[in-house]
């Protein structure tokens, strides 16, 4: 948890506090000496929910184009993996 900020700074700074500490991505809020809430920009939780929306899309997408070209969803997925195994050389 690198951008931390304890619930009594919120208290005492208010929501000012969270918004100088959401400068540098998600907020994670400390209660009693534990993690206790993660606050988000409102972008950054756009982003994490559509997230789900967009890999759906596009293995539609690529599944569509798959079976016009007779490719099976397996067939795929073991060229997407002899990818990315050379992405790391």
Do not use: C, F
């Not at 907020?27 to 759906?56: G, K």
């Not at 990818?83 to 790391?88: A, P």
């Amino acid at each position: 948890m690198e951008n931390t900020i304890t619930a009594q700074e919120i208290k005492r700074r208010g929501i000012s506090a969270v918004d100088e500490a959401l400068r540098h991505g998600p907020v994670h809020v400390i209660q009693r000496n534990r993690p206790r809430y993660v606050i988000l920009s409102e972008e950054d939780y756009r982003r994490m929910v559509d997230l789900p929306r967009a890999r759906s899309a596009l293995w539609n997408q690529l599944l569509g184009a798959a079976n016009e070209a007779g490719r099976s969803r397996e067939e795929i997925d073991e060229q997407l993996q002899e990818e990315r195994g050379s992405w790391n050389r």
